[in-house]
């Protein structure tokens, strides 16, 4: 990850990074201002076949392409979560391939350098973290409980 943030005693032991999935436009109405007041850095994971229109899934709205951009300009750094937001174990290779590399294309034909990743709905086996490795230097893996 990019985006690291230390804790506010100065220590390098014990990093924060703030994450957001989808780029839901209230994050940058309501987290992106604080953590900029604040001093914290974060990364947010971006669908990029879904910015800036409104989600089927639960009707909010997207990112746009331009507070993407001037959130990235501010220090947000911009990772990438597929282009629609599939559970990657579930489709075939092809379409694992389509998705993967499709939304690190689209990210960086909008100027941004996409080196991050994060797994919708955190699904990933070997198969998928193969192929997501072969993408992106940094993936996020998060551990179950």
Do not use: N
């Amino acid at each position: 990850m990019a985006c690291v943030v230390h804790d506010r005693r100065g220590s390098s032991e014990k990093p924060i990074i703030f994450t957001f999935d989808d780029a839901y436009s209230d994050t940058a109405d309501h987290a992106f201002p604080v953590l900029e007041q604040f001093g914290f850095l974060s990364v947010v994971f971006v669908i990029t076949g879904q910015v800036g229109s409104v989600t089927s899934w639960d009707g909010l709205p997207m990112m746009t392409m331009e507070e993407l951009q001037h959130w990235s300009a501010r220090g947000v750094e911009i990772g990438a979560h597929t282009r629609t937001h599939p559970d990657l174990t579930a489709i075939p290779d092809g379409a694992v391939s389509d998705e993967l590399i499709g939304s690190k294309e689209d990210l960086s034909k909008a100027g941004f350098r996409p080196l991050s990743f994060a797994y919708p709905f955190g699904a990933f086996d070997d198969r998928i973290r193969g192929s997501v490795d072969g993408v992106f230097p940094s993936p996020l893996r998060a551990k179950k409980a």
